[in-house]
């Protein structure tokens, strides 16, 4: 059995993902600040031992014991345990100078200190299992490329990248370490476009190419981009992958 944390599971690509490794030989760990109870339905009809857990990730005192519940779903001998580090806001959009503290400090706080909490919590927690073990960190790529507008939300995920490139040198010199990604997924029809077309030209001067990517259907589906994901993920040669990679070039 293959053991998945999913963060943001809710909506979007984490929705998407968790419901393409849905199946009776994984177990799901959930986690989002509202339950989809769509999911969990489905969790039913396919006998996948799924659990939801309402949780908002910005409050990080908590995220150790999210590591610890998923440890304790491990079945007898499984077979691998994989931690999806996806949840992510955009937020907030607009020139730097009129950025509030509040909004910097959740977008910093949801999209790298969590992820960096979680897997210091998981690398810890599952170092004496002798199975293969996956950190997969959704990056973007606004974190390797600056989009004016967008300071928090690349500064962010440039962050997850580097310090997926560190934890990824440590994790090479372990025998049995965690292997460790960071990915851009392409550009996903989710509520996080939704949201990035809805804001005033002032605030984000490439709102109108965003827009047209919506109009002529050049926004991949998040059921796509979960397909792809999975294949990656359960790919015999996951261990040997770079640790940065863009989802459109796999
Ligand atoms: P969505 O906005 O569609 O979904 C975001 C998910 O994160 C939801 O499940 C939401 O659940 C959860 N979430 C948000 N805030 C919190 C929080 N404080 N605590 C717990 N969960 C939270 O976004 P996408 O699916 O588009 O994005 C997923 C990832 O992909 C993000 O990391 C994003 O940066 C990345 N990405 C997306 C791209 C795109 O084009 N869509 C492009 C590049 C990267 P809830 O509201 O229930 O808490």
Not at 107 to 118: D, G
Not at 152 to 162: E, F, N, T, V
């Amino acid at each position: 059995m293959n053991v998945y944390l999913i963060t943001g599971a809710s909506k979007g690509i984490g929705l998407a993902l968790s419901k393409e490794l849905m199946s009776e030989n994984n177990v799901l760990i959930c986690v989002a600040r509202t339950t989809n109870e769509e999911l969990l339905q489905l969790g039913k009809e396919k006998e996948c031992h799924i659990v939801f857990l309402e949780y908002d990730l910005v409050n990080i005192e908590g995220l150790e014991e999210l590591i610890k519940t998923m440890v304790a779903h491990l079945p007898a001998n499984p077979h691998s345990i994989t931690l999806i580090n996806n949840a992510g806001v955009v937020d907030p959009i607009g020139r730097t100078e009129n950025n509030k503290a509040e909004g910097i400090n959740k977008s910093i706080t949801l999209n790298l200190t969590a992820p960096m909490v979680l897997s210091s919590a998981f690398i810890k927690h599952v170092k004496d299992y002798p199975i293969q073990k996956k950190i997969i960190n959704i990056s973007s790529g606004a974190g390797r490329n600056p989009y004016t507008g967008w300071s928090s939300y690349c500064a962010s995920k440039a962050g997850l990248d580097h310090y997926t490139r560190v934890v990824s040198q440590e994790q090479d010199g372990e025998i049995n370490g965690v292997k460790i990604i960071s990915i851009a997924p392409g550009i996903i029809d989710t509520g996080m476009q939704e949201k990035i077309r809805s804001v005033d030209e002032k605030d984000f001067e490439l709102v109108g190419r965003f827009i047209d990517y919506k109009e002529q259907g050049q926004l991949s589906s998040p059921e796509f981009t979960a397909q792809k994901l999975k294949r990656i993920i359960e790919s015999k040669t996951f261990n040997k992958l770079d640790p940065i990679l863009d989802l459109r070039e796999l």
